[in-house]
Nanobody, 126 residues
Framework: QVQLVESGGGLVQAGDSLRLSCAGSGLTFSNYRMGWFRQAPGKEREFVSRISSSGITTYYADSVKGRFTISRDNAKNTVYLQMNSLKPEDTAVYYC???????????????????WGQGTQVTVSP
């Protein structure tokens, strides 16, 4: 059974930093590109960042570019999202997701991903 488990969320103040982790199991982690999405109350799930299966290529939503950094350690079956200079508008449940590396669809689209974690709450107070 494939599982993705997020951790590292919490309640912080604007300007603080958090590092989210997503640990995968039940899959060959290096065969999947990984994405981070977030969903705020009353809003649709939106793309945040993704990283290629090898870790060579990264991509970010404009809203987080320059503040967030995605990385992965395939030896640990883990993908990370380092979040700096957090803003109240970053408040959301953050989800990691895995897409098989050979899938050709857009990584910013939810339907591209084969597996999803349960999410971790990030709350940023002003």
């Amino acid at each position: 059974q494939v599982q993705l488990v997020e951790s590292g969320g919490g309640l912080v103040q604007a300007g603080d930093s958090l590092r989210l982790s997503c640990a995968g199991s039940g899959l060959t982690f290096s065969n999947y590109r990984m994405g981070w999405f977030r969903q705020a109350p009353g809003k649709e799930r939106e793309f945040v960042s993704r990283i290629s299966s090898s870790g060579i290529t990264t991509y970010y939503a404009d809203s987080v570019k320059g503040r967030f950094t995605i990385s992965r350690d395939n030896a640990k079956n883990t993908v990370y999202l380092q979040m700096n200079s957090l803003k109240p508008e970053d408040t959301a449940v953050y989800y990691c997701a895995a897409a098989y590396k050979l899938k050709s669809s857009d990584d910013r689209i939810i339907g591209t991903y084969d597996y999803w974690g349960q999410g971790t709450q990030v709350t940023v107070s002003p």
